[in-house]
């Protein structure tokens, strides 16, 4: 695969507080993303990537987002194997640990990846500031590649 739309970070996870609707954080790989062939089967690769995002609303509104997910893809589907980000603005600090999800991408004849989602669930692990109130909670999200390298992804807190 030439590149990975969104990474295979399209499993990243958004910010949002309980009583706030959705949120949109609009995120880019940071560096490389190399897919590591596994070498059991034809297709299947290892994904590791780094991603930064904006946070577009809610509490954390203005600060950023920086994270890293794992990825075991055969041909195009991922399941997410590890993640975890954090959320930095001042005065406010939430670290987010991934757990179940999945990528879909769409592949092209030249193996790029020209589009693809994904969507799972978190676990707000930590958190100071205005972010207090989501620790222990579980959120769920939906991912979309937005150009090579780019995604977002909406969210919602338990």
Known sequence: ??????GTALLLLVFSSAAMADNVFNCQDVGLTTP???GDQDGHVLVVDNFSCRVEGGPMA???MTGTVTWDMTKGKGTLISGTGAIRKPGSLVIYKDGEGT???TINDK?????????GTATWVFATGDA?????????WTSKGTG???????????
Do not use: H, R
């Open 1 to 6: 695969m030439k590149y990975l739309l969104g």
């Open 36 to 38: 590591e062939p596994i």
């Open 62 to 64: 203005g600060g950023v």
């Open 103 to 105: 990528l879909n991408l």
């Open 111 to 119: 193996g790029q990846v020209t589009g693809g989602s994904g969507s």
């Open 132 to 140: 207090v109130p989501l620790k222990g909670k579980v959120m769920n």
């Open 148 to 158: 090579p390298g780019q995604f977002s992804v909406e969210e919602k807190t338990d």
